[in-house]
T-cell receptor, first 110, second 113 residues
């Protein structure tokens, strides 16, 4: 199956700083999502981005499918951005299960 | 508002007891999923169902059972055969034609005493 690697595993930021989270995957994918898991455990959809670039407020994401990676940019970070960020991919060909990376744990300090 | 509702949020169980976690969605999604999350880990697929009255095993189905009698509902039973049931359980669904776009409930945290 597809392997998903996320980096860095842990990140501590001062409030207001910018950051880039990376997701590498081992094979071509049909779909890719970024999630934020808040401290209460809920997974919030950030982006559905199999290719290209999308922006939503202070967050943006870019997926370069041909090179098998995706980047999540967080600008002007806030304490509410703290939590774990997951990348999840789905392969091609019939029904393919979604594979999750193990996440990047982000802590934003005031 | 449309969404996915999981209950209970917290559950304690004695060893040897079965427990059922509820998952209900009003998004009119065809496919539903159960994932398990352990501390510091990603999510692992337990079971999934693409249509009513049909479901398939995921990567870690042993010790779990499901049913899909209604489109809106996909309950998960954690049986006494599951050796390490303490975990965070997440239910998800996705819309037709967007197989990789998952929407999640708030999760159920199960602790076996």
């Amino acid at each position: 199956g597809i392997q998903v690697e996320q980096s860095p595993p842990d990140l501590i930021l001062q409030e207001g700083a910018n950051s880039t989270l990376r997701c590498n995957f081992s094979d071509s994918v049909n779909n890719l999502q970024w999630f934020h898991q808040n401290p209460w455990g809920q997974l919030i959809n950030l982006f559905y981005i199999p290719s290209g670039t999308k922006q939503n407020g202070r967050l943006s994401a870019t997926t370069v499918a041909t090179e098998r990676y995706s980047l999540l940019y967080i600008s002007s970070s806030q304490t509410t951005d703290s939590g774990v960020y997951f990348c999840a991919v789905e392969g091609w060909g019939g029904y393919q299960k979604v594979t999750f990376g193990i996440g990047t744990k982000l802590q934003v300090i005031p | 508002d449309g969404g996915i509702t999981q209950s209970p949020k917290y559950l304690f169980r004695k060893e040897g007891q079965n427990v059922t976690l509820s998952c209900e969605q009003n998004l009119n999604h065809d496919a539903m999923y159960w994932y398990r999350q352990d501390p510091g880990q990603g999510l692992r697929l337990i079971y999934y169902s693409q249509i009513v009255n049909d479901f398939q095993k995921g990567d870690i189905a042993e010790g779990y059972s499901v049913s899909r009698e209604k489109k809106e509902s996909f309950p998960l039973t954690v049986t006494s055969a599951q050796k390490n049931p303490t975990a965070f359980y997440l239910c998800a669904s996705n819309p037709r034609g967007r197989a990789g776009e998952l929407f999640f409930g708030e999760g159920s945290r199960l602790t076996v005493l």
